[in-house]
């Protein structure tokens, strides 16, 4: 006589945001350790933190002893710290903060080794609670500026070696080895649906027919998947980043420049997404607000 075990499988869920800070010591003075307070992401990518070495350890601190006090993690120093503070005083800076276990982690753009380059690329190799393998990046590209022929010639250098490295993630990543995740502000608006007026920004950096074929590359050539765009559908925007300028962020009048561009076997795992826009201008710390996605395992 055979007897029926019935066996349940429980789905683990991990979130994972990306956020263009706009100066770590700025965000927080507005406010930004209440939001980490709230959300406690299992993973936080950060841009532009734009702050020294000295000035960011005990701003950490403060976000590890938010996650804490909610009830995420059981120790202050189960929250892992990576970053880079660029070379270029008051520039770029990026940092990547994990609640899981990491077990590696590198700094910088493979072939890059400018100081305007610095603190834009930093990877942790990460195991999920479910034990999924996964690479982490956090990537801050170049803004550019059209009236600025320097300026743009370091954005393209910039998204020509990451397409070395997209494409070693992409290998390693294929027949179900280690899943890689692109998260960050790429300051490129893919396509019309990414931006409130494309029209009239066609000649604008951050919307060049020569930016955007990049984004072609990575999904198109290199397989990998814009998250947001995939739980998003077919419509306009939504936006992360609305100017400082005029009404933009009132009217809505912004451009989705933060993405996270997953291999194709992580990419099926995502389930939802949530850009958390400040419910008004003065409330808000960045002028990018956070995209988190959840992914389940």
């Avoid at 306009?236 to 291999?263: C, E, I, K, M």
């Amino acid at each position: 006589m055979f007897s029926r075990i019935a066996v349940t499988l429980v789905a683990m869920s991990i979130t994972i945001t990306t956020s263009n800070v706009n100066g770590i010591r700025a965000a927080k003075r507005k406010g930004i350790e209440t939001w980490a307070a709230q959300h406690t992401p299992n993973v936080w990518c950060m841009q532009e933190v734009r702050a020294p070495q000295s000035e960011i350890d005990p701003i950490f601190d403060e976000f590890a002893f938010e996650y804490t006090t909610a009830g995420a993690i059981d120790s202050q120093d189960r929250l892992d710290r990576t970053n880079e503070v660029c070379r270029v005083k008051g520039r770029a800076g990026v940092a990547l903060l994990a609640d899981l276990d990491v077990t590696a982690r590198r700094y910088g753009l493979p072939g890059l080794t400018q100081d305007v380059d610095s603190g834009r690329w930093i990877e942790n190799d990460i195991t999920t609670p479910a034990g999924n393998l996964l690479t982490v990046v956090c990537v801050y590209v170049h803004a550019g500026n059209t009236d600025d022929p320097v300026k743009m010639e370091q954005k393209y250098r910039f998204l020509d070696t990451m397409l070395n490295r997209m494409g070693e993630l992409r290998d390693e990543a294929a027949d179900g080895g280690r899943q890689a995740l692109l998260c960050g502000d790429f300051n490129i608006a893919h396509t019309s649906a990414d931006i409130k007026n494309a029209k009239a920004n066609e000649k604008h950096a951050g919307f060049l027919p020569e930016e955007r074929a990049y984004v072609d590359r990575w999904l198109g050539e290199y397989g990998f998947v814009d998250v947001t765009r995939r739980l998003a559908g077919d419509i306009q925007g939504p936006y992360t980043w609305w100017s400082q300028r005029g009404r933009a962020f009132d009217n809505n009048v912004g451009w989705r420049l933060d993405y996270q561009f997953a291999t194709p076997a992580l990419a099926e795992t995502a389930v939802s997404f949530d850009i958390d826009k400040a419910p008004s201008y003065d409330t808000r710390w960045s002028d990018h607000a956070p995209l988190t996605i959840t992914y389940e395992f």
